[in-house]
């Protein structure tokens, strides 16, 4: 039972340099998010995707684009990575319907370092 | 604005020392206040979900309490293995928000001392 599954684990890169988070879940779910965690500052949501085919930004979204490539994969882009994007980021995914209040299931997140 | 409040930040207590974690809130209209919690290196993992003020949930020595205005996780006789970060987040019902957003706490880490 994968749940949400994120790759890479681990990234470094360079100031500048492009790459792609890959998320995806078996769960059926129709919305998908990308979190970043920062020390002191809790997660904070830079995209999400309430259904196939939609996308709207976060609170942090300057610096990222998102793929809502199918019901199951949400992916993330840095186009020009900087050292402020050195973060820990999860993605998560919830079925949403009506005025449910289910809870998001996370993956175990992919720790970015940009030098 | 929707706001999520969690104290104290970090909490050590020795073994079998019983206390609480709070999680202040403000939103317009609630839809549903969650209970997580993360190990080092780890996702969020789900705890509780409260939906009212006045609900509680338990499991093993945790305890969830909701109000009109917080929650808190009360921890009982608390044991090493429930050192980690415990998250409180909220899915709010508002102008602003649709109900598609949480709004998360920065989270309490607890050490629970042998």
């Known amino acids: ?115 | 604005e929707d706001q999520v409040t969690q104290s104290p930040e970090a909490l050590r207590l020795q073994e079998g020392e019983s206390s609480s974690l709070n999680c202040s809130y403000t939103v317009s209209g609630l839809r549903g206040l969650f209970w997580y919690r993360q190990d080092p290196g780890k996702g969020p993992e789900f705890l509780f979900t409260l939906y009212s003020a006045g609900e509680e949930k338990e499991k093993e020595r945790l305890k969830a309490t909701l109000t009109k205005k917080e929650s808190f996780l009360h921890i009982t006789a608390p044991k090493p293995e429930d050192s980690a970060t415990y998250l409180c987040a909220v899915q709010a019902d508002s102008i602003t928000n649709t109900g598609n957003q949480f709004y998360f706490g920065t989270g309490t880490s607890l050490t629970v001392i042998p």
């Open chain 1, 1 to 115: 039972n994968a749940g949400v599954t994120q790759t890479p684990k681990f990234q470094v890169l360079k100031t500048g340099q492009s790459m792609t988070l890959q998320c995806a879940q078996d769960m059926n779910h129709n919305s998908m998010y990308w979190y970043r965690q920062d020390p002191g500052m809790g997660l904070r949501l830079i995209y999400y995707s309430a259904s196939e085919g939609t996308t709207d930004k976060g609170e942090v979204p300057n610096g990222y684009n998102v793929s809502r490539l199918n019901k199951r994969e949400f992916s993330l882009r840095l186009e020009s990575a900087a050292p402020s994007q050195t973060s820990v980021y999860f993605c998560a995914s919830i079925h949403l319907k009506g005025r449910s209040n289910q809870p998001q299931h996370f993956g175990d997140g992919t720790r970015l370092s940009i030098l």
